[in-house]
């Protein structure tokens, strides 16, 4: 079983109710990598016998780390129309014996519809980084970051945390799982998460920092993102403002050959 | 009262539940101006007595029109950390003599806190339009347009609906309530969704479209928020992509003196 799938399952206990269990292969620092969270997360819809249409967009709120272990989701459909549907999800576990709340989402799916497209974003690259260059796959700090094998194209990690503040935070790099999988709707989401913080690359100065709330759109169906297949994604994120403890990112996922897969915002905090 | 302090008024029942009322002044075409209803719902976190810290951000998904009349808002505190909240927000109304949810919200708010703080996108313009300049109240299509003053600098509503496809789908104005109101947290989330559809500028062709879900960051706190007054704010937005009947949108609102007010994105239908 691929770690990503293994991560990400769930056992359907009825009534909306669904149990997950936390995976090494994911964890980040003091919690799972909220891409995973969010993964599962949607996986809880997609998974759910009430379920219209497929992912439009997907709002997750970490509310707190989620602690290692098993944990349950509920799903709930509470609105459904006539092409589209609201859910509510939220995420429980044990916190010292206790039963609490640590993730709560909105998503809305809808069934699909075919009208005229068109962009305002073409991807800024096309094509994959080539056979000649090879990927980085981080194998220290926390042990999620092994999952993905990334070809930073621009705003990496600042070579030296120097403390010099940066004229902007834009990062671009082909990023794909370090062992093959193909891509869906949850592995599109978990691709959403997977910026280092914008603070570090602004400030040059590796303060603490997690992500509070992100939100996903997905501007593909099914068969565009599967048509991804486990090719190299083009990703890229840039933030637009931090202020006093929080700061926000806007982000865009191409598929190699340049078509949009999914726009991603996010609010992070940062400390001092 | 201000138009806006009538449309938001909530009546609080007790037990995380608020009684509201739509009102003639902000109605769109077959429910509410969706920022309004945004900013209602943020009305009832605001007057909440568990309430902690201020708003930082705020996702609202608009399931249904919102029926003309009473409606209720639940408001609950989901998860109190330390120094963050969590909120799960729901609007119910009667449709068709049935208790139907209409509208769902999720917010963080945080305690303040002061740290170091920086930009990725300042202004493009700052100062206000200048008082040769004369507004624009638009006095027709919708009773909520009335309610706002602005001054369109790019990307205006095409002059001629021809289909011809624009490169680019961005507007900048400068926007104030038609009649003066100090700016706080509900109004500013109200101005998140000031913006005519993108698909409209991007086609030139007026598609039924609406706002699905939107997001807000906050990033300025109450005295920020309080020194604009009723001065104009800068508004500026864009399209990212155009996919299969849904549309996002990315935006900025500025004080007029460049301070970054607030980020936010939505996803809208379109029909054809």
Chains 1, 2 share one sequence.
Not at 30 to 55: D, E
Request: hydrophobic share 45%; with cysteine.
């Amino acid at each position: 079983m691929h770690p990503f799938d293994e991560a990400i399952a769930l056992t359907p206990l009825g009534d909306d109710h669904f149990e997950g269990r936390t995976t090494p292969a994911y964890w980040n620092m003091v919690g799972p990598f909220g891409g995973i969270t969010a993964a599962t997360l949607l996986n809880a819809v997609l998974q759910h016998p009430l379920l219209l249409g497929t992912p439009r967009a997907m709002t997750v709120n970490f509310a707190s780390a989620v602690p290692q272990g098993a944990f349950r989701v509920t799903a709930r459909p509470v609105r459904t129309n006539r092409s589209t549907q609201h859910w509510l999800v939220e995420q429980w576990a044990q916190e010292d014996g206790q039963d609490a709340l640590v993730t709560t989402a909105t998503v809305v799916t809808a069934a699909p519809r075919t009208t005229w497209s068109g962009t305002d974003m073409p991807a800024p690259e096309q094509g994959g980084p080539g056979n000649d260059v090879k990927p980085l796959i981080i194998d220290s700090f926390t042990p999620w970051l092994r999952q993905y094998a990334v070809v930073p194209l621009v705003g990496s990690l600042p070579e030296r945390w120097d403390e010099r503040v940066a004229t902007d935070s834009l990062s671009r790099l082909w990023v794909r799982k370090a062992r093959p999988r193909a891509l869906d709707f949850c592995a599109l989401a978990a691709a959403c998460d997977v910026f280092f913080p914008r603070v570090w690359l602004k400030r040059a100065e590796q303060v603490p920092a997690g992500t509070v709330t992100m939100t996903v759109y997905f501007h593909a169906d099914a068969a565009q993102i599967a048509a991804a297949g486990d090719d190299w994604l083009l990703a890229q994120a840039q933030g637009q403002e931090f202020r006093n403890a929080f700061a926000d990112q806007s982000g865009q996922i191409w598929r190699a050959d340049g078509l949009m897969l999914a726009t991603t915002h996010q609010l992070a905090y940062y400390r001092q």
